[in-house]
């Protein structure tokens, strides 16, 4: 019988990648998955940093497994991702968690197979990290959660160095890929069935390759790309947003009309203390182009809160930059300071309670703008790619509008991942839509 293995990921879509792609060496390796931890003979828990909340999170799963450990030492944990990026975690790790069997960071993926191998034959600990590599490491071979829509990494890292983030450090310098060699993954995704990409970065938008070729003639150059039907990308930078991308938008016929804009703060103050080299002004102007270029464009951000020294009057400047703006949704966080980052050791940090209150009050406001956005789909007939059935309802569907709302809706035919069909909402929800398939 094979052995089985589950995989624990935490953070971003660049994790969720790199945990597709674990799970395509671990069955070259003729592993099997399984859903349940209990079961595997092999654990890896794909982590990140971000926020306090991720590590604390981390940290308590890999207490639950001591228990398994004691009693079956065969049975081996591996840790990646974001948190054994950081020497002071690898440190903890090897000092309090002394069951880990396998150790290896964002920028030692592919070493994988062979920690595992050197793990199995000689029962000996594997530790493999890099601080920051020079190549580029892309696994041919992914086990894709999705027949019909793919996640593809375009840049690797980040060089902005926001005051908060720990993204830098745990992901090291931005180096991009080839224009070259993101169309030929495609192609061959799209030979496969797929018919919808994501394209992946820290800063999309920043993506310049060997040959000078920089994210817009990404765009253009995927837009050529026959069968493959939409085109995402995240996250994008509002620092490196081009008119030239403003244009895909406008010209494009894949390019999907939504984007993920995060702005942080609506407080210019604020801004430049998290070193984010943009101003509110500047920002309006990138959401008033994108909106003249293409009328019906859906846009989401990220907010952090609570940022030190944030006072009640930089709060309201945010407050009044969510309703300036309208966004479609935005994910919002509370403040929390990462070791190593310039930001934690700004003086003047916010009392907890404050965050949290001014959190709620966030909330609300982007919430309302959601339902409101959400309400301009009543009665429309929207084109729906679908995703599957839906997880609340199985014998509904569920699946997306190129303007990247979540659609839940019924049909009296059954359907296939990856299809477009024309769906008319019949209800708005803040988070998703309701809608019956018709016939056009
Ligand atoms: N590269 C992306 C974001 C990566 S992290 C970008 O720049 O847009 C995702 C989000 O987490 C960030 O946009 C930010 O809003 C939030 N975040 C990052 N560090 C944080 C911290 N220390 N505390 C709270 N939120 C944080
Ligand atoms: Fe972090 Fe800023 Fe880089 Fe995004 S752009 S990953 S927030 S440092
Ligand atoms: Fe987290 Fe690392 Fe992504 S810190 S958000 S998994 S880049």
Same mark, same amino acid.
């Given at each position: 019988m094979n052995k089985k293995y589950h995989i624990i990921t935490y953070g971003c879509q660049m994790n969720e990648h790199d945990s597709e792609n674990l799970a395509?060496? %671990? /069955? #070259? %390796?003729? $592993?099997e998955h399984t859903d349940s931890p209990e079961q595997a003979d092999v654990v890896v828990m794909n982590t990140c940093s971000v926020r306090e909340h991720a590590d604390k999170r981390f940290f308590g799963m890999l207490g639950q497994f001591k228990k398994r450990k004691m009693k079956d030492p065969e049975f081996i944990i591996c840790v990646c991702g974001c948190m054994p990026q950081q020497p002071h975690i690898v440190q903890e790790i090897k000092e309090s968690f002394h069951w880990v069997d396998i150790v290896f960071g964002t920028q030692t993926i592919a070493e994988f197979p062979n920690l595992l191998r050197e793990r199995v034959e000689t029962g000996k600990k594997q530790f493999c990290i890099l601080a920051n590599n020079t190549e580029i490491s892309e696994e041919k071979n992914p086990k894709r959660m999705h027949p019909h829509k793919a996640l593809v990494n375009i840049t690797y890292g980040c060089n902005n160095f926001c005051t908060y983030c720990i993204v830098p450090y745990t +992901?090291? +310098? !931005? =180096?991009? *890929?080839t224009l070259r060699e993101v169309k030929q993954e495609v192609i061959s995704l799209v030979h496969d069935g797929v018919k919808e990409v994501m394209l992946l970065g820290q800063n999309v938008n920043s993506f310049k390759d060997a040959e000078g070729n920089n994210f817009a003639a990404l765009i253009r150059a995927l837009e050529e790309v026959e069968g493959l039907e939409r085109i995402r990308f995240m996250t994008s930078h509002p620092k490196d947003l081009s008119d030239e991308l403003i244009d895909c938008f406008r010209n494009g016929k894949k390019l999907c009309h939504n984007i993920h804009l995060p702005v942080q703060s609506g407080s210019d103050v604020v801004l430049k203390r998290m070193n984010r080299h943009y101003n509110r002004e500047r920002y309006m102007e990138i959401v008033k182009k994108l909106r003249a270029a293409c009328p019906d464009i859906t846009i989401s951000t990220d907010i952090i809160v609570g940022f030190p020294g944030e006072t009640e009057e930089n709060f309201q400047d945010t407050l009044s %930059? &969510? *309703? /300036? &703006? !309208? $966004?479609d949704s935005a @994910?919002? @966080?509370i403040y929390s300071p990462r070791q190593g980052t310039p930001? #934690? =050791?700004f003086e003047d940090q916010i009392p907890e309670k404050v965050k949290h209150d001014r959190f709620d009050r966030l909330v609300e406001a982007v919430n309302q703008c959601s339902m409101k956005k959400n309400a301009e789909y009543m009665d429309r007939i929207v084109d729906v790619m679908v995703d599957g059935p839906s997880k609340n309802d199985p014998s509904a569907w569920s699946g997306r509008t190129d303007t990247f709302k979540l659609v839940n809706f019924t049909s009296e035919v059954p359907l296939t991942a990856? /299809?477009? &069909?024309? &769906?008319r909402i019949t209800e708005t929800k803040t988070f998703s839509l309701d809608g019956e398939k018709v016939t056009k």
């Open positions: 395509g060496m %671990l /069955e #070259a %390796l003729d $592993y +992901r090291g +310098r !931005e =180096k991009s *890929r %930059l &969510v *309703r /300036e &703006v !309208e $966004y @994910f919002t @966080f930001a #934690a =050791k990856g /299809e477009i &069909v024309p &769906v």
